[in-house]
């Protein structure tokens, strides 16, 4: 089945060490969305590649990178965690049409900050 | 600033009753809404959407009603069953060149319950 894929599923890191966190997708969608979502709060944008193109949201903080070497894959990088990152780190992915930006989203890695 | 609102944080309903879920926006130039349905330990997955042009999308059991001049869109699920027990996103969307990619903004969902 065509799916969106996160590993890990639950990730724990100490304050302030890098952790890189995983998607890729099997749909061949040209757009992949990475997202933060907090406990009861809405899921909220961090960045997104159209293709090859890094989209940046204005109020991402710096700490916060993406790569996309190829386009099945995505990957998000927290250079330096807080314990205000321990968050549900959502991926999703689409095509660019007209029609609705129906995004297809895997199943979220859910980071823990020591 | 939250353009997406959803201001019940949780809703309950009897198996075989009606669920309306509700949400308000800001932003008149949405073009387009979308409801999105999360159980746990999953991501959210698509549910029904709504073009801005229209006021009603009916898909099953699952309909959405758009309320423009009120800024308001809610989702009728009829009858409820214990399987629809999840969290409700809505979300809205503006439509972008084909040079860019659109974007959705999410509420912050309605946890739904269906009691039997």
């Known amino acids: 089945d065509a799916m969106v894929i996160q590993n890990p599923r639950y990730q724990v890191t100490q304050f302030g060490k890098p952790v890189t966190l995983s998607c890729s997708q099997t749909l061949n969608h040209n757009v992949m969305y990475w997202y933060q979502q907090k406990s009861s709060q809405a899921p909220k944008l961090l960045f997104h590649y159209y293709d090859k193109d890094f989209n940046n949201e204005a109020d991402t903080p710096d700490n916060f990178q993406s790569r996309r070497p190829n386009t099945s894959f995505c990957f998000l990088d927290i250079r330096s965690p807080g314990l205000g990152d321990a968050a549900m780190y959502l991926c999703?992915?689409?095509?660019?049409?007209?029609?609705?930006?129906?995004?297809?989203f895997g199943p979220g890695t859910r980071l823990t900050v020591l | 600033d939250q353009q997406v609102k959803q201001n019940s944080p949780s809703l309950s309903v009897q198996e075989g009753r009606i669920s309306i879920l509700n949400c308000d926006y800001t932003n008149s130039m949405f073009d387009y809404f979308l409801w999105y349905k999360k159980y746990p330990a999953e991501g959210p997955t698509f549910l029904i959407s709504i073009s801005s042009i229209k006021d009603k999308n009916e898909d099953g059991r699952f309909t959405v009603f758009l309320n423009k001049s009120a800024k308001h869109l809610s989702l009728h699920i009829v009858p409820s069953q214990p399987g629809d027990s999840a969290v409700y996103f809505c979300?809205?969307?503006?439509?972008?060149?084909?040079?860019?990619?659109?974007?959705?903004?999410f509420g912050s969902g309605t946890r739904l319950s269906i009691q039997p």
């Open positions: 999703a992915t689409s095509r660019v049409t007209r029609a609705y930006n129906e995004q297809f």
């Open positions: 979300a809205a969307g503006l439509f972008a060149g084909y040079s860019n990619a659109s974007k959705i903004i």
